[in-house]
C-alpha cells in the first residue's frame, strides 16, 4: 500500500511558549514531514508563535477534546491526509523517525485505527498509569489494547469518518476512553507501540483544578453512553471502590462526590452501547470495560 500522509494536531493555551516551540522544532525535524501542521490556540490569540503552521486562534477554552477537534476538522475537511498524529504542547519528539514509523504501521494494516506512543520522561522512565494496559509493570511490551494515551498518538482518517470525533462536552478526562471504545465497536484495532516515544515531564492529572470533578461525572456518562446496561453498576462500582481508596483529599472527595452527581443528572450525549462481542474482545485483549 502507498504510505499514508500525516497531519499534526496540538492544542495549546500559550502558557507553555518554550515548550511548544522545541515540540514544533521536533516535528519540523521529523524525516518525514507532516503533509500539514494544525496549532490550535484554546482561548489565545497564537500571535507570538513564528512557526509555519496553520494557526486557529478560539475566544474561549473549549477543553481538550473541543480543541483538538477543532484541528482535526481542518485536516478532515482539506483531504490532505490519511493519519493524524495528535501532541501535547509540552511533549517532544526525541527521535526524527517518529512520522516515518508511524507511515510504515498504517501502511501495514488497513484495520489499524490507533497508535499509541510511549510517554517517557527525560530520564526515559514511563508512569504505570501512562502504560494503557492492566499489567502496566512493563512500559516496553508492543501489542493491541483497549485504550490509548492523549499526549502521544495517532488516529486514522477513515476511522474518524466512520465513528466521528472527540465528544466535546466531556471538556477534561475520559474522552480517550469514549473514543477507544467506539473504534473497538466498529472493528478497528488499537495499537501501543512503546518504539515510538513522546517525551513529557512527570505529571499527575490531579494537578487540574477541576481533575477530580471532571472525572467523576465523565465515567458516569462514558458508562451511559457506552456500555450495555448489566455493566453500568459494575464499572461504576469498581471505580467509586478505587477511587475511595486511592484518593486521601477531602475537597478532591467533595469535588468527586459533586461530579458523580452530575453524571447521573446531566445529559451525556447519545446512547450507544458496545456491542457484546466488543465485550468479550476486549476481555480477551486483557481489559474487560468494567475496570
Excluded at 461504576?236 to 478505587?242: E, F, R
Aim: with cysteine; net charge positive.
Amino acid at each position: 500500500m502507498p504510505l499514508p500522509r500525516i497531519g499534526v494536531v496540538i492544542v495549546t493555551m500559550g502558557t507553555r511558549p518554550r515548550e511548544l516551540d522545541a515540540l514544533l522544532a521536533s516535528v519540523g525535524g521529523q524525516d518525514v514531514p507532516p503533509a500539514r501542521i494544525v496549532l490550535v490556540g484554546n482561548a489565545t490569540p497564537l500571535t507570538d508563535v513564528s512557526a509555519d503552521v496553520t494557526k486557529i486562534p478560539l475566544e474561549e477554552n473549549l477543553g481538550c477534546p473541543g480543541g483538538r477537534n477543532v484541528g482535526l476538522r481542518a485536516l478532515l475537511e482539506s483531504g490532505d491526509v490519511d493519519v493524524i498524529v495528535e501532541l501535547d504542547d509540552d511533549g517532544l519528539l526525541i527521535a526524527d523517525d517518529v512520522f516515518r514509523k508511524v507511515q510504515r504501521l498504517y501502511a501495514a494494516d488497513p484495520a489499524l485505527g490507533i497508535v499509541s506512543f510511549r510517554v517517557a520522561d527525560e530520564l526515559g522512565e514511563t508512569q504505570r498509569r501512562h502504560v494503557p494496559r492492566l499489567r502496566a509493570g512493563d512500559p516496553m511490551r508492543r501489542g493491541q489494547v483497549t485504550a490509548f494515551l492523549g499526549g502521544g498518538h495517532a488516529l486514522s482518517v477513515p476511522m474518524l469518518a466512520e465513528i466521528g470525533t472527540w465528544p466535546e462536552h466531556f471538556f477534561f478526562c475520559h474522552e480517550e476512553t469514549d473514543l477507544a471504545w467506539r473504534a473497538l465497536d466498529a472493528g478497528w484495532k488499537i495499537l501501543y507501540e512503546p518504539d515510538l516515544v513522546l517525551q513529557h515531564p512527570k505529571t499527575s492529572p490531579a494537578r487540574h483544578a477541576v481533575y477530580h470533578r471532571f472525572t467523576a461525572r465523565n465515567r458516569v456518562w462514558l458508562a451511559r453512553r457506552r456500555l450495555p446496561l448489566p455493566l453500568v453498576p459494575v464499572y461504576l462500582g469498581v471505580w467509586i471502590l478505587l477511587h475511595l481508596v486511592r484518593t486521601r483529599s477531602v475537597s478532591g472527595l467533595g469535588a468527586w462526590a459533586a461530579g458523580l452527581l452530575e453524571g447521573m443528572r446531566t445529559p451525556c450525549g447519545a446512547r450507544r452501547p458496545m456491542k457484546w462481542r466488543t465485550v468479550w474482545h476486549m476481555t480477551r485483549l486483557g481489559r474487560p470495560p468494567v475496570v
